[in-house]
């Protein structure tokens, strides 16, 4: 799978987004062979058994996959060697995976109280993401 999958550019790649540019990979070489498009993918991870061709992040199918990405998080991001910035490298991780989390549990919660939680892990990856790149000198 190319970078050009990563559509949201986190450095993996969800199941979605694998999806969406599988989806999109095979109707492009379909038109390009003047080949009506016989394939039509189904995702369905909502566990109701009924896919869909169009499954989106916020939608019934789409949710679990936008979270779940194809290989480790070690392998988007090498470990720095330093204790000090492997340390941040990780509370960076789990940070990222809160987020991810908390997307999860959206439709079950209070409107105001997602938000504010989305807020401040939002904020939280974000300073840690300064914190980073301060230490690595990229300013």
């Known amino acids: ?3 050009s999958a990563d559509a949201d550019k986190n450095r993996r790649i969800s199941v979605l987004e694998a999806f969406d540019a599988a989806k999109l990979g095979v109707a492009r070489a379909y038109e390009q062979e003047g080949i009506m498009l016989t394939e039509h993918p ?3 991870d909502s566990g109701d058994r009924k896919g869909t061709t169009d499954p989106k992040a916020d939608g019934k ?3 679990v996959a936008s979270i779940l990405s194809l290989g480790t998080a070690q392998s988007a991001d090498a470990m720095p060697a ?5 340390a941040l490298y990780e509370e960076r991780r789990d940070l990222e995976r809160r987020v991810e989390g908390l997307k999860l549990m959206k439709s079950g ?3 105001a109280r997602y938000a504010s939680e989305l807020e401040k ?3 939280d990856l974000a300073l840690k993401g300064k ?3 301060d230490l690595e000198g990229k300013k």
């Open 1 to 3: 799978m190319s970078d």
């Open 42 to 44: 189904l995702l369905d």
């Open 61 to 63: 199918n789409g949710r």
């Open 82 to 86: 330093d204790p000090k910035m492997r």
């Open 109 to 111: 919660m209070e409107p």
């Open 121 to 123: 892990l939002l904020t």
């Open 131 to 133: 914190q980073i790149r």
